[in-house]
């Protein structure tokens, strides 16, 4: 129990203040996306003051995304959308914050990667993982935020989803191609197959997609009262995508704990446990500014 309440405990810390400048950039900048949307998707009434930096950080992003390229491979991908589908697409400033979210896993998962001195797979996450969140936060920014348009925003949220898990299964892919004898050192168990490493993963990753189809089908009628309930349920999802991979550590430290190794130990070598925290650091990250919030507002 003193494990269970220790590790806790350290989620919340390393979720915070994870210790490094890096991580911590992440962090807060991935909350200021967020927050970023609860603005422009839900009319949140943040105080001047605050609304002034995500104003600001909204504008910086775009500078950015024009800077590195971004805006113009987008407006490329939309322009050929419409020469083979004759499809008029506006894009819509939303599509910056998703992927500077699903940027957050992705950098998080790649960052996994090198920590457990990986860099060639780590490297290959990072370019893989980056075109996913990048064409699907196009295809959610395609999108108007609409409320009460249940099509509309059934697409905001599905459409990242489905990114993620084009990521998770190409990820699996040269998991099972390269790294499998790897991992199974690391558990102490013999090296499967191909395509039962590959199949087994793949099949709980559809699973977990699943999964996430259903609650948007079963929430986004009752969001529906809510300015933006496409954008709303996916930062429903992303949430409990840190709870699973904060969850799934603890599967990964039982396989690994090396002997004398305390659980505690074994369970923050995981990459998993690392990827949830700094996910979970972006909600946690948010939750202040709305306390901040809060307090200018009381203070007013």
């Given amino acids: 129990m003193d494990t269970f309440f220790a590790i806790v405990l350290d989620i919340i810390r390393k979720s915070i203040w994870p210790g490094n400048a890096f991580g911590l950039l992440g962090r807060i900048s991935g909350a200021m996306s967020m927050a970023a949307?609860?603005?422009?998707?839900?009319?949140?009434?943040?105080?001047?003051a605050l609304l002034r930096i995500f104003e600001w950080w909204d504008w910086f992003l775009g500078q950015v995304a024009s800077w590195i390229g971004l805006e113009a491979l987008a407006s490329f991908l939309l322009t050929w959308i419409d020469s083979f589908l004759a499809l008029q697409v506006e894009l819509h400033s939303h599509w910056r914050h998703v992927f500077f979210l699903l940027g957050v896993f992705i950098f998080r998962d790649s960052y996994?990667?090198?920590?457990?001195?990986?860099?060639?797979?780590?490297?290959?996450?990072?370019?893989?993982?980056?075109?996913?969140?990048?064409?699907?936060?196009?295809?959610?920014?395609?999108i108007a935020l609409m409320q009460g348009d249940l099509p509309s925003n059934f697409l905001i949220a599905v459409i990242p989803l489905t990114g993620l898990l084009a990521f998770q299964l190409i990820h699996d892919l040269w998991r099972a191609t390269f790294l499998r004898a790897h991992f199974a050192?690391?558990?102490?168990?013999?090296?499967?197959?191909?395509?039962?490493?590959?199949?087994?993963?793949?099949?709980?990753?559809?699973?977990?997609?699943l999964i996430g189809l259903v609650l948007i089908a079963i929430f986004l009628p009752l969001a529906g009262e809510l300015e933006s309930p496409g954008l709303a349920l996916l930062i429903l999802l992303l949430g409990l995508l840190a709870i699973y991979q904060l969850l799934d550590g603890v599967a990964a430290a039982r396989e690994r704990r090396e002997p004398g190794e305390t659980f505690r130990a074994a369970y923050w070598r995981t990459g998993r446990a690392n990827i949830g925290a700094g996910?979970?650091?972006?909600?946690?990250?948010?939750?202040?500014?709305?306390?901040?919030?809060?307090?200018?507002?009381?203070?007013?």
């Fill in 37 to 48: 949307l609860l603005v422009f998707g839900f009319n949140y009434g943040f105080e001047p």
């Fill in 112 to 142: 996994a990667a090198y920590e457990a001195r990986l860099p060639v797979s780590g490297t290959f996450y990072l370019v893989i993982g980056l075109a996913a969140a990048f064409v699907s936060s196009i295809g959610a920014g395609a």
């Fill in 185 to 209: 050192k690391l558990s102490r168990t013999s090296t499967p197959t191909w395509l039962a490493d590959f199949g087994g993963r793949a099949r709980w990753a559809l699973r977990q997609a």
């Fill in 279 to 300: 996910i979970l650091g972006t909600f946690l990250w948010t939750i202040v500014f709305v306390t901040m919030n809060a307090g200018l507002d009381i203070l007013r």
